[in-house]
C-alpha cells in the first residue's frame, strides 16, 4: 500500500509540473519564450545562409582567377636553335616545360611529344609565336635536322618559346611562380603532408585525432602547444581572410573550410596551398609558393628537387623567417631533418635514404647567382611599365610582358661579372690606401644589347641585389675616356658638314703640357702618368687616350659641335661646351652610353635602347609592341672611321690587353677612367659597356683597362658560345672609302725611305696627297679605294686637309662597293722605283758640276 501510494503522489507530481509547463508556455511568458526561440534559430539560419552564400561567392570568385589570377607574368625572349647546334633532347624538354609547356594536348600554352631521335613541338593559343608546328630531330646530343610541320620542309632554325623570368611581384614585393599539381614531385607532396597535415587525403577538411592530440598537449603544457589546422583550413585562412584573430574569423575559416572541401578535389586543394604559401624572404622580395622557393634557394625548376631539397622546403612552412636558410642554416637543416623523420614515420623514404639526406649538407644557389631571375632588369621593366602605361594596372590585372632578354646572356653576365669582380677587389686590396682599412665593396654595372635593334639581352645594375636595390645602369657618372670617340667623331664629321679645317685619323696634333682657356679661366689638365707623345696622328691619341690632344681636336672642331654631336647620339642634356667636355667630365649613364655606341656600331644610326618586347592582354590581344626608335645621326663613311679607329684600340691601345685573354674576333671599344673604371665595345652583333666604382664617388683608382675591360673580355668570350652571337664578322667599309699607305710620323702618304708605313682610312676625296716630307718626296703611296672609281682629288693644303672643303667631290655620292671585305690593305705597289743611291766619289764629283 506504501508503494501504490508513492507512485501515485510521484505521478501527480510530475502531472502537476506538466501542467505547470502547460500553463506557462500558453501564459503570456511562455509565447514570448516561444517566439523568442523560434526568432533566435530563424536569425541563425538566416545568417549561415547569408554567410553561406557571400563565402561561396567568394571562394568561387578566387576559384575562378587561380591563385595568382591578378599576376602579370614576364618572359624572356625567345630562344633560337638550329640544325648543328650541341644540345640534348633533354635540354630542349626543360626549356619548354620552363616555358609553360607540357605533353598535355589542352596546355593553352603548347604542348610537345618525344620520340627516340626526335621532338615535336606544337605551340598552342597562347603562345608567343602562334606560328606553326616543328619536328626536331637529334643525332645524339646535337640537331640533325629541323621540319616545319606546316608544309613538312625542312628550317635551318627554330624558336624555342620564350621562358618565364617572374611573375611581375605585387604591392607587397612578392614573387610568384605559379605550379601544377602535376608538375610537383612526389618527393615534394610526401614532405608537405609529412610536416603539415599527414591525413590530408583521408580527412574531410579537419582531423579529429590531431584536434584532440592538440587539445591535449595544449591542456598538457598549459600553452598553446601544437596547432590543429590542416592544409585546408591553411589555404582558407592564408588564401581568403586576412590575419586579425577573432571567433568571426575562426568561424569564417571553418565555413569555408567545409565549401573547398565540397567544391575541390584534394589535389586542386593541395595545388592552391602549394602556390600561396609563404616561404620566407630573398633579398628584398617576399616568396610565395614552392615554385618560386625552388628557384630562389636552389636556382632549379621545382620537377628537379631531390629528397633533401624537397623536405627543407617543407619545413620552411611553420617557420618561414625562423628558419632562413640563407641567414640560418643550421636550424633549417635541423627543421629538414625533423620531416625527414616524419616522412620516414610515414613510409615515405626507407632508412637508407633517410640517413643519406640527413647526412647531405645544405646547398643553396649563390646569393650572387641572379642570372634566371634577372632582378635590376625587371625593375627597369616594371617601372617602365608605370610609366608608360598609367592606365593599366599590371598588379592588379593579368598580363603577358615579353621582354628582349637572352637567359643565356644573362648567365653570362653574371658570371662575368662575378669573377671579374674578384680580381678587382684583390687589385682593390693591394692599394697602400686599403691596406689594414675596411672599405665599401667596388660596384659593378654591364648592359649589352643588340646594335642593330638597341633590344636589351643582359643586365645586371650591382653585384647583389640583395645587398642593394640600386640599379648603376642608371646611374650618373662621368664616363671620361670613354666619351672621347664621341669628340673624334665630330672632327671626323667634318668631311662631311664641311669646317675651317677638314679632319682625318692621319691628320696631325701635338700632345704636350697646355693651358687651355674658356670664359677667361685656366684649364691645365694632364695626359695619364704626367706622359706625353708629341706630335701624333688623330689614331694615335685615340688608341692611346691622349687628353691634351683630345682637348686640341675638340678646340678644332669647336666645343658646342661635340656637344651637339652627343646629344644627338642620345646622351643627356646637362653636358656642356666646355674643354672639359672632351675628357667626359659631364655625369651620364651606363645606360646613355650604350644607347650612343650604336651610331658607331651600326653605322650611323643612333638606336634607342629597349627591353619590352610586346604586351599581351589575358586573352591574347596585343596591347603593346615595340617598334625600335632610330634616327641617322652619323653619314655611314664617318661611322666606319670611327670603327676602324676603335678598333685600334684593341689593337694597340689602352685596350690591347683584351686581346691577351683570348678574345680575338673583330672588334672596336674604348676605355674609360674617371673616379670609374669604364670600358664599351662591340662586335658586328653584340655591344656592350660596363662600369665599375664606388657607389659614394669615391676614386677607383684603376683604369677602366684593368677593371671594367677584363669583365667585358670575359662576357663577350662566353657570348661568343652562342649561335646570335658567335659570327662577329669584319666591319664592312661603305662605298666610298679609301686606304693610303701613310707615313704615321708626318700622316702623309709614305715613300719607300719611310721606316714605317700604316694603311690608313679616308673619306673618299680627304685623303692627303703629296709625300711624306720626312723622308724625301720620292712618290706617293699607294691609295685603295672602296667602291668607286675616284676622279683627281681635290686639291689639299700642305698639311693634308682639303683646301676647299666645299669642293663637291668631298660629297659625291658613292657608287656600288669593290672592296671585298672592306678591311685597309696595307700591301702596295710605289707608284714610282726608287732611285739608285749614290756612292761617295759619285756625290764627290756632282759638287764640282
Known sequence: MKKMAGKKNGLKVRVSKNARLTRFIMGPAGKVVLVSFVLLITAGVLSFTYYYVKYSRLIDQKLKGGPFANTSKIFAGPRVIGVGDEISPADVVMDLRRSGYS???????????????????FPGPESYFREEAGVIKFAGNRISQIISLQ???????????????TNLFDRNREKRRLVKYADMPKVLVDAVISAEDKRFFQHAGFDPFRIVKAVYSDLKQGRKAEGASTLSMQLARSFWLDNEKNWKRKAAEVMITLELEQKLSKEEIFEFYCNQIDLGRRGTFGIRGFGEAAQAYFGKDIRQLTLPEAAMLAGLVQRPSYYNPFRH?????????????????????????YALACDTPVQLVSTGSESAEAPYFVDLVNDDLQSHFQDKDFQATTYRIYTTLDLDLQRAAVEAVRLGMQNVDE???????????????????????????????????????????????????????????F??????????????RILTPATMVVDEPTTFWYDNKPYEPGNFKHEYYGQVTLRQALAHSMNIATIKVAEMVGYDAVVQFAKKAGLNEDIAPTPAVALGAYDTTPLEIAGAYTVFANQGIYVKPNWISAVRAQNGSMVYQNQAETRQVLDPRVAYLMVNMLEEVLRSGTAAAVRARGFNVPAAGKTGTSRDGWFAGFTSELLCVVWVGFDDNRELNLEGAHSAAPIWAEFMKRALQYRAYRNAKQFEAPDGIVSVEIDPESGMPATPFCPKTKAEVFIAGTQPVGTCPLHGDRGPGATHVAGWELPAPPQLAQNGAPANPADPRLHQAPAAATAPNGKPDSAHEPDQKPQKRKGFFRRLMDVFK
Open 103 to 121: 605533353e598535355s594536348r589542352g596546355n593553352p600554352m603548347g604542348w610537345f611529344n618525344t620520340r627516340a631521335d626526335a621532338i615535336e613541338i
Open 151 to 165: 608544309d613538312n620542309t625542312d628550317r635551318s632554325q627554330f624558336q624555342l618559346e620564350p621562358q618565364l623570368i
Open 329 to 353: 642554416p643550421d636550424r633549417i637543416r635541423e627543421r629538414r631533418n625533423v620531416v625527414l623523420s616524419l616522412m620516414r614515420q610515414n613510409g615515405y623514404v626507407t632508412e637508407r635514404e
Open 427 to 485: 687589385l682593390l686590396k693591394k692599394q697602400r690606401r686599403h691596406r689594414n682599412v675596411q672599405f665599401p665593396e667596388a660596384q659593378v654595372a654591364l648592359i649589352a644589347l643588340d646594335p642593330h635593334t638597341g633590344a636589351i639581352k643582359a643586365l645586371t645594375g650591382g653585384r647583389n641585389y640583395g645587398v642593394s636595390q640600386l640599379n648603376r645602369i642608371l646611374a650618373m657618372r662621368q664616363p671620361g675616356s670613354s666619351f672621347k670617340p
Open 487 to 500: 669628340v673624334y667623331a665630330a672632327a671626323m664629321d667634318t668631311a662631311i658638314e664641311g669646317g675651317a
